[in-house]
């Protein structure tokens, strides 16, 4: 079966200083990789997703990149955090071209103070 | 832009009564998902809907897709604490998929 991994878990960083998530898949290949941002209020919010190794595309201009090095593995990165970074950060696999069916991680807890 | 809105926002209501969640846009989408969420977890897919008009069961949950495929519905009979939680739904448009804020539910014993 199927299993996703976040880590870490929850994370406190001061302004200005590096970030990196990482998400990994286990029990498929090749899939569609995802990262959404969840604040209150405004709901999921796509952020980069991956269709292959080393293919990215950006769905909102900010201070984040993302990189997959390896095929089931998704990193999520920034060099210098803003406050506007803090919230809940998912991973997340789909398979297939048409197939949109969304299988989430546990999410990171990220707060930039 | 694509936007989808779900009513209500919150919903608070007894153990036992049944209740409506709604997910309604101007576009159409070639599919609908619905998810639930609970607190500090990722969402968890409970059902995608494809056809206009067609309906699915998961227990005591009820689905509905629009004939328009434009909305959605949620409907639980006699809900349980277990069902309380952030429910999600999302729109599959072209390449996208599009999620709504969606409805918090807190089930009360």
């Known amino acids: 079966s199927q299993t996703i991994h976040q880590w870490p878990a929850t994370l406190v960083q001061p302004v200005g200083s590096p970030l990196s998530l990482e998400c990994t898949v286990e029990g498929t290949s090749n899939p569609n990789l995802y990262w959404y941002r969840q604040a209150a209020g405004r709901g999921l919010q796509l952020l980069f997703y991956s269709v292959g190794i080393g293919q990215i595309s950006s769905e909102v201009p900010q201070n984040l990149s993302a990189s997959r090095p390896q095929d089931r593995q998704f990193i999520l990165s920034s060099k210098k955090l803003l406050l506007s970074d803090s919230g809940f950060y998912l991973c997340?696999?789909?398979?297939?071209?048409?197939?949109?069916?969304?299988?989430f991680g546990p999410g990171t807890r990220l707060t930039v103070l | 832009t694509q936007l989808l809105e779900q009513s209500p926002q919150f919903l608070s209501i007894q153990e036992g009564e049944n209740l409506t969640v709604y997910c309604n846009s101007s576009?159409?989408?070639?599919?609908l998902q619905w998810y639930r969420q609970e607190p500090g977890e990722g969402p968890v897919l409970l059902v995608t809907?494809?056809?206009?008009?067609e309906v699915k069961k998961l227990k005591r949950l009820t689905f509905q897709f629009g004939d328009a495929r434009k909305d959605s519905s949620l409907h639980i009979t006699a809900a349980q604490p277990g069902d309380t939680g952030l429910y999600l739904c999302a729109g599959v448009w072209g390449d996208k998929i599009i999620f709504g804020k969606g409805t918090r539910l807190h089930i009360l014993p």
């Open positions: 809907v494809v056809t206009g008009g």
């Open positions: 576009s159409v989408f070639s599919s």
């Open positions: 997340a696999w789909s398979v297939g071209i048409d197939s949109k069916e969304q299988f």
